[in-house]
Nanobody, 122 residues
Framework: QVQLVESGGGLVQAGDSLRLSCAAS????????MGWFRQAPGKEREFVAT???????LYADSVKGRFAISRDNAGNTVYLQMNSLKPEDTAVYFC????????????????WGQGTQVTVSS
């Protein structure tokens, strides 16, 4: 069982930066693929970024070059650094985890956090 708790959301202006954190419980954090997803009002939840246990990263085209995912295995934490934020980045951001990288990449990870709101004003 893995529990995930996100933090770091807030209200920022376009062009600003924000860093989200996701604290994970569980002794096998380092072996999990971790991901960030987001859901805007009236839209389906979408993939943002993932980082595998070996450190490989993948990003959605919409955030590539602006967002960076990283992990601290000793601290059981995964981060999402968001730069050059745009109003269309406004959404609830969710952290997710799974032993399978494929399930994270296909939006079907086993474990989800409760989400943190990010609002970007123009």
């Amino acid at each position: 069982q893995v529990q995930l708790v996100e933090s770091g959301g807030g209200l920022v202006q376009a062009g600003d930066s924000l860093r989200l954190s996701c604290a994970a419980s569980g002794r096998t954090f380092s072996s999990y693929a971790m991901g960030w997803f987001r859901q805007a009002p009236g839209k389906e939840r979408e993939f943002v970024a993932t980082i595998w246990w070996i450190g490989k990263t993948l990003y959605a085209d919409s955030v590539k070059g602006r967002f960076a995912i990283s992990r601290d295995n000793a601290g059981n934490t995964v981060y999402l650094q968001m730069n050059s934020l745009k109003p269309e980045d406004t959404a609830v951001y969710f952290c997710a985890a799974d032993e399978s990288m494929v399930r994270v990449r296909t939006n079907t990870p086993a474990y989800w956090g409760q989400g943190t709101q990010v609002t970007v004003s123009s």
